[in-house]
């Protein structure tokens, strides 16, 4: 029928091809789904892209911005001491790895003398800053008013360098042998801490009084770089002390062992960041060092498996920082520990 006008296009349905158009039956359908659809693809891998971007953009932000100023207080009681004993708090501080700018740890580090501490024990890397000395020892504060002891890290003598932040997962950060001489003021910041009475256990014993306890502590420089001499401490323990206190940076196993057969009874350590990424349902990864994962932060025994109630006690630190090169934390806060030491349950 012709049209005035203008005609409008047939429809579909009317037209002889569209006739022959056919219904979707089950079978063509199936045979549909099985064409490559290239459109489909790109689109999805595309979508997928986007969404693994945003979920690492993510989880790197929180990791680096809300984890690594999430300052937990760890506490710890350990059964060390003599029936009647007074207890004696013990706070575990290690891996500032300070830069002027971190003013959230600055003053987290400060608060931390209302814990009242009777020693505080500093495992070492306080540094990563030519310029880090008195912004932590500052920090520090009243702190250095306290009995104290410390040692050193290999983040005191040298700066830290850039690097791919995920090589510590299949390497650790062993001295390279290109580094030379020491770069960062460590003997300033040893200096200002002896100046406030705290006692350098770098490769040497000493005896403190902290509390109501006769204190003997021997301690060792990093053996991360090989600058511990164990044999300048060897030697049994005395048993008149009311406790033997071993402190080192890193948890070095051949070098605890060398503790525990002197009678330390508490070894105290840093270094590991407790993996500073780890998992949640598999817990540390990596520990840069000797000791199994399982034991790079919190409360255990050396030997790990030693059920021995005469084996020392060790805790090692997760740490207050991370290196400004590597500046995230995953599921490993960082830290500070309160250990008191309480009466041996009879
Ligand atoms: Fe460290």
């Excluded at 002889?16 to 089950?26: C, D, L, Q, Y």
């Excluded at 953009?57 to 809300?66: M, N, R």
Aim: with cysteine.
């Amino acid at each position: 029928m012709a049209c005035p006008g203008v005609c409008p296009p047939p429809a579909p349905h009317l037209t002889g091809r569209s006739r022959r158009i056919a219904r979707p039956t089950p079978s063509r359908l199936a045979k549909a789904n099985q064409a490559p659809r290239p459109w489909h693809h790109v689109w999805m891998r595309r979508q997928a892209l986007i969404a693994t971007a945003a979920a690492g953009a993510g989880i790197f932000g929180y990791a680096s911005v809300i984890e690594r100023n999430w300052f937990a207080l760890r506490r710890y009681d350990i059964p060390l001491l003599p029936a009647g004993a007074r207890p004696l708090r013990i706070l575990h501080i290690s891996d500032a790895h300070l830069t002027p700018g971190r003013h959230r740890l600055l003053s987290w580090i400060r608060s931390l003398d209302a814990l009242q501490p009777d020693i505080v024990v500093n495992t070492g890397d306080s540094l990563a800053h030519p310029e880090s000395v008195q912004p932590f020892l500052e920090a520090l504060g009243p702190l250095l008013d306290r009995p104290g002891v410390f040692v050193y890290g290999s983040n005191d003598l040298y700066s830290p360098k850039p690097r791919n932040p995920a090589r510590y997962l299949w390497r650790n950060s062993t001295l390279h042998p290109s580094r030379g001489e020491p770069d960062l003021p460590w003997a300033e910041l040893g200096a200002g801490m002896v100046a406030a009475g705290w006692l350098d256990a770098n490769n040497k014993r000493g005896r403190i009084k902290a509390g109501d306890l006769d204190i003997q502590v021997g301690g060792v420089h990093d053996s991360h770089i090989g600058y511990d001499r164990y044999d300048k401490i060897a030697g049994p323990t005395d048993p008149a002390a009311d406790l033997r206190l071993g402190v080192m940076h890193s948890p070095e196993p051949s070098v605890m062992d060398k503790f525990t057969e002197d009678g330390y009874d508490l070894l105290l350590a840093g270094h590991t960041h407790g993996g500073q990424v780890c998992l949640p349902w598999r817990g540390t990864l990596v520990t840069n060092c000797g000791i199994d994962p399982v034991r790079a932060r919190g409360l255990h025994r050396h030997p790990a498996d030693s059920g021995d109630p005469g084996r020392p006690w060790l805790h090692v630190s997760a740490g207050l920082g991370t290196s400004p090169w590597a500046p995230f934390r995953l599921y490993c806060r960082p830290e500070a520990a309160l250990l008191t030491l309480v009466p041996r349950i009879s």
